[in-house]
């Protein structure tokens, strides 16, 4: 989706490293989810930020939401095998509040 | 199931032929979704329901697509005459309401269906 870009579309780190993926809308948003996606099967829900200046964290994984409220990070420290996958950002939008508009995707592979 | 579940995982069907994909919500989610995701393609909104009605079906691409739900609880998602480019993972969704309340969206692990 235009309305949500992610950066970058692929990484490959070496495990034990740090590494951010950005989430960046046209528009306001209203609330952000990250999801992670490994090939075949369903998307594992991560986080979800809605205030502005938000910051959550879980294990090794921080997510961030700008002030603006139109930009998302994730963080994740030590990156490890088990991290690998896809990272999804989705988002809903004043006017579409009843469906998420989600990223095209960062493809993470952590290399031991 | 604690989870959300989609029937079939798989499904290969021909040309023309009509495909039913199934949806069981987590147990007392009234809010439903069903996704597209096609190779190499994002993820594609299909249609919202809330409860047994579906305020919001603009995804769905075309005529040939019909969802349903009963009960408040199992959907199915038909596709008529199916094509090729129908192709595609169906993925289906719960919440326990919407996404502006602040609700975690939940999702199975997707129907893939091929169409050839």
Request: aromatic fraction near 10%; charged fraction near 20%; glycine fraction near 10%.
């Amino acid at each position: 989706s235009q309305e949500l870009e992610q950066s970058p579309q692929s990484l490959i780190v070496q495990e034990g490293k740090n590494l951010t993926i950005n989430c960046t809308s046209s528009k306001t948003l209203y609330g952000l989810y990250w999801y992670k996606q490994k090939y075949g099967e369903g998307l594992i829900f991560l986080m979800m930020l809605q205030k502005g200046g938000e910051e959550k964290s879980h294990e090794k994984i921080t997510a961030k939401l700008d002030e603006k409220k139109q930009q998302s990070s994730l963080h994740i420290t030590a990156s490890q095998p088990s991290h690998a996958g896809i990272y999804l950002c989705g988002a809903y939008f004043s006017g579409s509040a009843r469906q998420l508009t989600f990223g095209s995707g960062t493809q993470l592979t952590v290399l031991p | 199931g604690a989870g959300v579940s989609q029937s079939p995982s798989n499904k290969v069907t021909e040309k023309g032929k009509d495909v039913e994909l199934r949806c069981d919500p987590i147990s007392g989610h009234t809010a439903l979704y069903w996704y597209r995701q096609s190779l190499g393609q994002g993820l594609e909104f299909l249609i919202y329901f809330q409860g047994n009605s579906a305020p919001d079906k603009s995804g769905l691409p075309s005529d040939r697509f019909s969802a349903e739900r009963t009960g408040g609880s199992v959907s199915t998602l038909t596709i008529q005459r199916t094509q090729q480019e129908d192709s595609a993972v169906y993925l289906c969704a719960s919440s326990p309401g919407q996404p502006i309340s602040g609700n975690t969206i939940y999702f199975g692990e997707g129907s893939w269906l091929t169409v050839v």
